[in-house]
Nanobody
Framework: QVQLVESGGGLVQPGGSLRLSCAAA????????MNWYRQAPGKERELVAA??????????GDSVKGRFTISRDNAKNKNTVYLQMNSLKPEDTAVYYC?????????WGQGTQVTVSS
């Protein structure tokens, strides 16, 4: 079965950096685009970044452009998507989710909490 497991969240001061990882299993990782979403308390889930299956094309939400970078490692022993987050702001505080869409079904990880606070 499809498994997406996020890690790397935590508490960071404004201006700091974090790198999130999402380990994927149960499907042919290199064939599917991958996404990072986030959801802050009281807000709707929003798309943060997306990367094409081969990694050649990326897209970002307007609020994170120039600060966040999505990447992926399609090696069989990795099957991981990353989100490098720099210049973090308090408004980046949210639960961050890794996701993919396979045959029209949206799969989600369990999420990892990112808190930006002094």
């Amino acid at each position: 079965q499809v498994q997406l497991v996020e890690s790397g969240g935590g508490l960071v001061q404004p201006g700091g950096s974090l790198r999130l990882s999402c380990a994927a299993a149960g499907f042919t990782f290199s064939m599917y685009a991958m996404n990072w979403y986030r959801q802050a308390p009281g807000k709707e889930r929003e798309l943060v970044a997306a990367i094409a299956s081969a990694g050649g094309s990326t897209n970002y939400g307007d609020s994170v452009k120039g600060r966040f970078t999505i990447s992926r490692d399609n090696a069989k022993n990795k099957n991981t998507v990353y989100l490098q987050m720099n210049s973090l702001k308090p408004e980046d505080t949210a639960v961050y989710y890794c996701s993919t869409v396979i045959s029209g079904y949206h799969y989600w990880g369990q999420g990892t909490q990112v808190t930006v606070s002094s």
